[in-house]
């Protein structure tokens, strides 16, 4: 007997969204994949393949059903998977009510935060639309979505209240090349994804100065402490392992890649690009330039010492010379 | 008034000991430099550069003072930086007697194992010349070598018993473009020093096999894992600190050069190459390869779980295919 399939909604038609799909409709899975442009969805109806982004994954139409509208997405599905940039998720949700999120499980895999609210995306939800906290999960872990498409071997952490919680959601994204773990760290693996956008930044600020190897290895030591001390001080955990993929691993696959959109933006900075000139040149924003105020913004809070943070804030909104606050930061590294 | 300068005797001639000379003589030192090869310490007293490695190195000739005497060299010396392959330390120190070390400070500078006694540099110098502990240092960190040769900002930590006993040989080692830090873990540091290049082996193994970016991530993660079961088993250590430059960085500045040797031995296993031919191919010999003997064999007491060390062991001594170990891996890996 072959049991009924889990209908999920996927919300966001980017490319980390178009791995997930592809990931879930390898299992038992209706997905009822929301994109905001009806261009894209004709083209994956019609031709089997998201035109804008990992165009060369096969999309399964038996198993998924694009759609314009978010609000029959959510209601035929058990979980609601947010996947659209964080700059995006408060005008994408805009029209839905608490009672459209009423028995769902949401599911962030936002790396970023909420900015109006500067929050992160599992508490948003949780305030602005009651969703319980045994019903948020967040996909975290180390992934690019290309590599994804070319379906080379990956871990994802599912993150919730109890790993009980996590685990059936855990299996619906495991598949022949995708491991999947679960963990009870909602806050500490949410925050971490957003951190190491703002360490990819510094990274490629630190390379467009011309520092080198020996140097970034040095400053992603010290924002692994930094991130440890900030959740610790915000979200205390004693089963928080920093050296986890979810952590490390998640800050390594960012860090160390050449294709990260926040390290090309930050090396931008570090040759003397203005950020408004290098928005425009790559016609894009980068995460970590919202994630780096957010985090300066919370961290006034808790006071931790924060010196990768503090750098890269100081560039990018207090216009100070990059040269000179790579200065002060290479001081402060240990 | 100027203070006389410091003695320190350097016992090898390759680019990490090149790259410590002209380290050291940024300072108020004197450089006794040993070197196996007649040839090399006539060009550096002809021409103050070593032709073999980092040629570009301009040597000062008032302060390093080339030798092939070993013995003169050391009683000249007060500290003594060990820095040959450690294939050849034995062979390097076979005419040295205990008296010779009487009242010096011996610093290792050598990341890996003495084969024949599968011990840490530091016991072997230890047992074999009753150097007493307090005078044992250890230099660690991220360092390429080469990028001390172009004066790029780079982090050293030494490790001593006490912070005092590693300060004073840590204010000589610092200058422009190095900052030290001292730290008290002289077997940890020396431990991970070893375990990364068995882990540069098998990201290259990983590279050569077609595993990608998210792969190498998690198995970094794990590594750190690993690292932190072993050395919390053998030498247990509340400030030991995982993520401290010496330890976390000195990994990551080796598992994702493209110019390690353990990285590119590892890669040619991955490919199909024996270990023979890749030797061959290399006209060298990685350090890993040694290193993960050593490991598996002292691990046999501690029987802490390494999966890394088993796989890459497995596949250089006991001829298991890299494709096969790589997948038993791959399931361990989280």
Tied chains: 1, 2.
């Excluded at 090349?177 to 971490?192: A, L, M, P, R, S």
């Excluded at 490390?248 to 950020?275: E, K, W």
């Excluded at 809070?301 to 790579?326: C, D, F, G, H, Q």
Aim: hydrophobic content about 40%.
């Amino acid at each position: 007997m072959e049991l009924s399939p889990t209908h999920i909604a996927v919300v966001g038609g980017g490319s980390w969204a178009t791995a997930i799909v592809k990931i879930l409709s390898e299992n038992n899975v209706i997905v009822h994949w929301w994109l905001r442009s009806q261009e894209d969805i004709k083209h994956i109806k019609e031709f089997g393949h998201n035109p804008s982004y990992l165009s060369a994954v096969q999309i399964d139409g038996e198993k998924v059903k694009p759609t314009s509208n978010l609000r029959d997405a959510i209601k035929n599905s058990e979980y609601i998977v947010l996947v659209v940039p964080s700059a995006f998720i408060s005008d994408a949700l805009k029209t839905m009510k608490p009672e459209d999120f009423t028995g769902k499980k949401v599911v962030n895999a936002i790396k970023g935060m909420v900015l109006s609210e500067n929050s992160l995306v599992t508490s948003f939800v949780h305030n602005k639309f009651q969703v319980p906290n045994e019903n948020l999960l967040v996909i975290a872990g180390p992934c690019h979505a290309e590599e994804v498409a070319l379906e080379r071997q990956s871990y994802l952490t599912i993150a919730g209240q109890t790993h009980e919680a996590a685990a059936p959601f855990a299996s619906l994204l495991a598949c022949r090349y995708v491991k999947t773990i679960t963990n009870e760290d909602v806050i500490g693996v949410q925050f971490c994804a957003v951190h190491k956008n703002i360490v990819a930044i510094a990274c490629g600020i630190a390379r467009g100065l011309n520092y080198g190897d020996n140097y970034q290895s040095v400053l992603v030591s010290n924002a692994m402490q930094e991130a440890k001390r900030f959740t610790d001080a915000a979200h205390a955990l004693d089963m928080r392992d920093m050296n986890a993929s979810a952590y490390l691993g998640d800050l390594l696959v960012t860090a160390y890649s050449q294709f990260s959109r926040n390290r090309t933006f930050g090396n931008m900075i570090g040759r003397g690009y203005t950020v408004k000139s290098a928005q425009m040149e790559m016609n894009m924003i980068a995460e970590g330039y919202y994630a780096v105020k957010g985090v300066h913004e919370i961290n006034k809070k808790y006071k931790t010492e924060m010196p990768i943070v503090k750098a890269v804030y100081n560039i990018l909104y207090e216009r100070i010379s990059p040269a000179i606050e790579m200065r002060i930061l290479k001081d402060k590294l240990r």
